[in-house]
């Protein structure tokens, strides 16, 4: 390999090896995605770009094509696993839609208990309105929501705990 030729971040490639197998790399996206070529496309150009990056790094521990093919594979999945859970939620917000509507709970029903709800940050208002007025699980807030599972309960957890010293202070305050 000549010293201009190996690319920066991963000093085991070369710009000319990635050349003599791009045919082949564009051949395998190609059947990583139903034969979409614009889709191929963007998983080649995203391979190189993580290799140019370094987000993929290359330790020669197989062989540069099997390297790249692997790399394409993780994307297509991950392509295709975003892609697909968009898909579920979409699907289950519809079927709840059609289901049945969730009314919002009126302020009259618990003022106090919707005061506290609303006083507390974003994220922790999210979870609680998705899993008490939404009937979610947690998962699921959690995933409507962008966030890990971990994320979520962690949310959960500090708004109950919010809420518990909110409506307790506002107990004793009626109790004076």
């Known amino acids: 390999m000549r010293d201009n030729d190996v690319l920066e971040n991963n000093p085991h490639i070369s710009r000319s090896a990635l050349e003599a197998i791009h045919d082949q790399v564009f051949g395998w996206a190609l059947s990583r995605c139903g034969f979409d070529r614009t ?9 190189y770009v993580e290799l140019l990056t370094g987000k993929a790094k290359f330790a020669e ?22 892609m ?27 003022s106090g208990l919707w005061l506290a709800v609303q006083g507390l940050p974003q994220r922790q208002r999210d979870v609680i309105e998705l899993v008490f007025c939404r009937d ?3 998962e699921q807030a959690s995933r409507v929501m962008g966030v890990t599972t971990g994320t979520g309960r962690v949310h959960y957890d ?8 909110k409506l307790d202070d506002g107990r004793d305050r009626n109790d004076e």
């Open 39 to 47: 889709v191929a496309e963007d998983l080649v150009q995203q391979a």
């Open 84 to 110: 697909a859970s968009r898909l579920r939620l979409v699907q289950h917000v519809q079927q709840n839609a059609l289901d049945h509507s969730v009314a919002a709970p009126t302020v009259a029903e618990n």
């Open 61 to 82: 521990r197989s062989s540069l094509k099997t390297f790249v093919f692997s790399v394409v594979q993780n994307l297509a999945k991950g392509r295709y696993r975003r």
């Open 158 to 165: 500090r708004a109950k705990k919010a809420l518990r010293v």
């Open 136 to 138: 979610m699980t947690i």
